[in-house]
């Protein structure tokens, strides 16, 4: 297709996507830990999670029927993760589908003998290479604590952008992939032995499945408790702040600082 066509159509589904300014309130006051981000960020945040309901088919699962609440909730912290990226990091795949609160997914798995395992898999979200992400919706209240299922998808869907996902996402240039591993393979071994060892610790212990999971899960504490990242984990805090592009711990900082 040309590309002026494309642009076209592009700029005329997006100008189908109208966000009352009541809505946008609504929906950003149950995201408080967007207010860790600058305020050109923020806006930046608005004008991408526009572009991704333009650009993406969102589907309830189920029988749900999604509100624009959760349409524009799930957008905007799908975006969090492409804040510097930008929507093309997205590219190839348009299906969200949503789920009424955790789903089970059937499983058929064939082991190593040719003898296939029928299990169903009680999941909160999933994401597919080159195909839909999964996630699960709460209504208010309802949501399990300490998780955050939209931004733990979409970093997976991050990290698949270059084939396998192992916790190695494409590094913008300047990032060191060997600083990257160095500082996550550490903390990775930290954190696996905490678990190991039944310790209360501040990241999902989901995290010590894989070193995949431990991406998403420090993912979704790098936007939602900062601060709490950057003591625990100092190391992977500075390589996810260069990954992202924002640094929420300093905005978290300042806030709370503004409110003392
Ligand atoms: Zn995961």
């Not at 590219?91 to 059937?106: A, L, S, T």
């Not at 240039?173 to 600083?179: F, I, L, Q, Y």
Request: with cysteine.
């Amino acid at each position: 297709m040309f590309e002026f066509v494309r642009k076209w159509r592009r700029d005329r589904r997006l100008a189908g996507v109208q966000i009352s300014p009541a809505l946008w309130e609504r929906v950003e006051a149950q995201l408080p830990f967007l207010d860790f981000l600058e305020p050109a960020d923020r806006q930046r945040l608005r004008e991408l999670a526009r572009s991704f309901i333009a650009e993406k088919e969102f589907h309830g699962a189920q029988g749900m029927t999604l509100s624009d609440e959760a349409i524009l909730s799930i957008a905007l912290q799908a975006c969090l993760p492409i804040l510097r990226a930008g929507l093309d990091a997205y590219r190839g795949w348009v299906g969200v589908i949503v789920y009424p609160g955790d789903f089970v997914i059937p499983r058929h798995v064939m082991d190593e003998a040719g003898v296939v395992h029928e299990y169903d898999d009680e999941v909160l979200g999933e994401a597919w290479e080159g195909g839909p992400v999964l996630v699960s919706w709460y209504d208010e209240g309802e949501a399990p604590e300490g998780v955050n299922v939209v931004i733990h998808e979409f970093a997976h869907k991050l990290d698949m952008e270059n084939g396998d996902i192992d916790g190695m996402p494409v590094l913008p240039p300047g990032m060191s992939r060997k600083a990257w591993a160095k500082a996550f393979s550490e903390a990775y071994e930290r954190f696996c032995d905490a678990v190991d060892a039944d310790e209360e610790t501040l990241l999902d212990p989901y995290g010590s499945e894989h070193p995949a999971e431990f991406f998403a899960v420090a993912s979704e504490s790098f936007f939602e408790a900062p601060c709490d990242l950057q003591e625990e984990f100092p190391e992977v805090y500075v390589q996810l702040r260069k990954f992202y592009g924002v640094d929420p711990a300093a905005g978290q900082r300042r806030l709370d600082e503004a409110q003392a």
